[in-house]
Protein backbone atom coordinates (compact mmCIF):
# COMPACT_ATOMS: atom_id res chain seq x y z
CA UNK A 1 0.00 0.00 0.00
CA UNK A 2 1.38 3.25 -0.89
CA UNK A 3 -0.85 5.59 0.26
CA UNK A 4 -4.64 6.57 1.10
CA UNK A 5 -7.23 9.28 1.13
CA UNK A 6 -9.10 9.67 4.23
CA UNK A 7 -12.16 11.59 5.51
CA UNK A 8 -12.19 12.71 9.11
CA UNK A 9 -14.52 11.22 11.95
CA UNK A 10 -17.64 13.79 11.10
CA UNK A 11 -18.10 12.64 7.85
CA UNK A 12 -19.54 15.53 6.63
CA UNK A 13 -18.85 17.45 3.68
CA UNK A 14 -16.86 20.15 5.34
CA UNK A 15 -14.35 17.51 7.46
CA UNK A 16 -10.86 17.16 5.93
CA UNK A 17 -9.80 15.12 3.58
CA UNK A 18 -6.09 13.37 4.10
CA UNK A 19 -3.77 11.68 2.30
CA UNK A 20 -1.66 9.34 4.11
CA UNK A 21 1.44 7.20 2.88
CA UNK A 22 4.95 6.27 2.17
CA UNK A 23 6.66 9.45 0.54
CA UNK A 24 7.56 8.36 -3.30
CA UNK A 25 9.00 11.33 -4.25
CA UNK A 26 12.71 12.15 -3.37
CA UNK A 27 10.61 15.76 -2.21
CA UNK A 28 7.37 17.49 -3.14
CA UNK A 29 7.75 20.60 -4.86
CA UNK A 30 5.69 23.84 -3.50
CA UNK A 31 2.63 24.87 -6.03
CA UNK A 32 3.31 28.33 -4.62
CA UNK A 33 4.77 29.22 -8.24
CA UNK A 34 1.22 28.00 -9.89
CA UNK A 35 -0.65 30.33 -7.72
CA UNK A 36 1.77 33.03 -8.60
CA UNK A 37 1.37 32.08 -12.08
CA UNK A 38 -2.66 31.20 -12.38
CA UNK A 39 -2.85 35.38 -11.36
CA UNK A 40 -1.01 37.59 -14.10
CA UNK A 41 -2.70 38.32 -16.85
CA UNK A 42 -0.83 41.18 -19.72
CA UNK A 43 2.36 42.22 -19.71
CA UNK A 44 3.00 40.50 -15.75
CA UNK A 45 2.63 37.03 -17.60
CA UNK A 46 6.22 37.62 -19.55
CA UNK A 47 7.48 38.09 -15.35
CA UNK A 48 5.85 34.49 -14.48
CA UNK A 49 7.79 32.67 -17.29
CA UNK A 50 11.14 32.36 -15.47
CA UNK A 51 8.48 30.98 -12.13
CA UNK A 52 7.13 29.02 -14.25
CA UNK A 53 10.45 27.60 -15.65
CA UNK A 54 11.99 27.34 -12.44
CA UNK A 55 8.93 25.19 -10.80
CA UNK A 56 9.11 23.09 -13.56
CA UNK A 57 12.84 22.17 -13.35
CA UNK A 58 12.31 22.00 -9.63
CA UNK A 59 9.97 18.73 -10.54
CA UNK A 60 12.38 17.86 -13.26
CA UNK A 61 14.90 17.66 -10.54
CA UNK A 62 12.86 15.68 -8.14
CA UNK A 63 11.96 13.16 -10.33
CA UNK A 64 15.12 11.97 -11.64
CA UNK A 65 16.21 12.22 -7.63
CA UNK A 66 13.36 10.18 -6.83
CA UNK A 67 15.18 7.52 -9.71
CA UNK A 68 17.74 7.42 -6.92
CA UNK A 69 16.31 7.61 -4.07
CA UNK A 70 13.53 5.02 -4.41
CA UNK A 71 16.51 2.21 -4.98
CA UNK A 72 18.44 3.76 -1.90
CA UNK A 73 14.91 3.52 0.48
CA UNK A 74 14.51 0.04 -0.22
CA UNK A 75 18.09 -0.79 0.17
CA UNK A 76 18.25 0.98 3.51
CA UNK A 77 14.79 0.49 4.71
CA UNK A 78 14.18 3.39 5.66
CA UNK A 79 10.47 4.90 4.26
CA UNK A 80 9.37 8.37 5.23
CA UNK A 81 5.48 7.93 6.19
CA UNK A 82 3.48 11.50 5.45
CA UNK A 83 0.28 12.79 6.32
CA UNK A 84 -1.67 16.17 4.80
CA UNK A 85 -4.76 17.72 4.25
CA UNK A 86 -5.78 17.91 0.53
CA UNK A 87 -6.85 21.29 -0.45
CA UNK A 88 -5.31 22.92 2.73
CA UNK A 89 -4.53 26.96 2.53
CA UNK A 90 -1.02 25.79 3.72
CA UNK A 91 1.74 23.00 3.27
CA UNK A 92 1.88 21.43 6.42
CA UNK A 93 2.85 17.65 6.77
CA UNK A 94 3.17 15.22 9.37
CA UNK A 95 5.71 13.18 8.71
CA UNK A 96 7.67 9.75 10.36
CA UNK A 97 10.81 8.04 9.34
CA UNK A 98 10.29 3.83 9.58
CA UNK A 99 12.91 1.65 9.70
CA UNK A 100 11.28 -0.85 7.34
CA UNK A 101 8.77 -0.93 4.54
CA UNK A 102 6.56 -3.10 6.33
CA UNK A 103 6.82 -0.20 9.45
CA UNK A 104 5.75 2.00 7.03
CA UNK A 105 2.27 0.24 5.89
CA UNK A 106 1.69 -0.39 9.34
CA UNK A 107 2.12 3.26 10.22
CA UNK A 108 -0.26 4.11 7.52
CA UNK A 109 -2.97 2.07 8.52
CA UNK A 110 -2.27 2.96 12.06
CA UNK A 111 -2.99 6.55 10.94
CA UNK A 112 -6.01 6.04 8.55
CA UNK A 113 -7.50 4.67 11.85
CA UNK A 114 -6.61 7.53 13.84
CA UNK A 115 -8.04 10.24 11.10
CA UNK A 116 -10.97 8.66 11.06
CA UNK A 117 -11.60 8.55 15.10
CA UNK A 118 -9.91 11.68 16.09
CA UNK A 119 -9.65 14.09 13.04
CA UNK A 120 -5.99 13.84 12.45
CA UNK A 121 -2.99 11.59 13.26
CA UNK A 122 -1.81 11.53 17.18
CA UNK A 123 1.22 12.73 17.82
CA UNK A 124 3.74 9.89 18.93
CA UNK A 125 7.39 9.75 19.00
CA UNK A 126 9.39 10.55 16.13
CA UNK A 127 6.68 12.57 14.41
CA UNK A 128 7.20 15.93 12.55
CA UNK A 129 4.73 18.70 11.70
CA UNK A 130 6.74 20.05 9.14
CA UNK A 131 6.20 23.08 6.37
CA UNK A 132 6.83 21.88 2.84
CA UNK A 133 9.41 23.88 1.23
CA UNK A 134 10.93 24.19 -2.38
CA UNK A 135 13.28 21.41 -1.43
CA UNK A 136 12.37 20.08 2.10
CA UNK A 137 12.68 16.25 2.57
Known amino acids: MCHVVVSGRSGSEDSARWRVGRRRLAWRPSSAPLEVISVAEGPFVLVVLPVFGW ?66 PQPGPGVLTRTRKWFGR
Do not use: H, M
Request: proline share 3%.
Open 55 to 120: WLASWTASLLATAFVWPARAATGRWPVVAYVLEAENDRFQCRWTRSRAEADTLVQQWKTEIEQFDR
